[in-house]
């Protein structure tokens, strides 16, 4: 768990210095913490692509579990 830490910090400083990252997980509360833009694939499409906020809210959903 520390080494996930670590790494989710790192990733969250390059992205605040400027680097766009492409970050895939099925660990929804990861992606709701890490990404400002979420794209959710249905065999290989994407079906949505949206910041979170314009998601969850279009959806009336609280997170990323309640959007699939």
Same mark, same amino acid.
């Given at each position: ?6 790494? $989710?910090? /790192?990733?969250?400083?390059?992205? !605040?210095? +400027? ?5 895939? %997980?099925?660990?929804?509360? @990861?992606? @709701? ?7 959710? /694939?249905?065999? +290989? %499409? $994407? $079906? ?11 959806? !009336?959903?609280? *997170?990323? @579990? *309640?959007? /699939?």
């Amino acid at each position: 768990m520390q080494s996930r830490n670590a790494i $989710i910090s /790192f990733l969250k400083d390059i992205n !605040k210095a +400027g680097t766009t990252l492409v970050y895939t %997980s099925h660990q929804l509360n @990861e992606a @709701e913490d890490l990404c400002n833009s979420v794209a959710l /694939f249905d065999q +290989g %499409s $994407i $079906i949505v692509r949206d910041s979170l906020a314009n998601l969850l809210e279009a959806h !009336k959903q609280d *997170g990323l @579990e *309640g959007l /699939f």
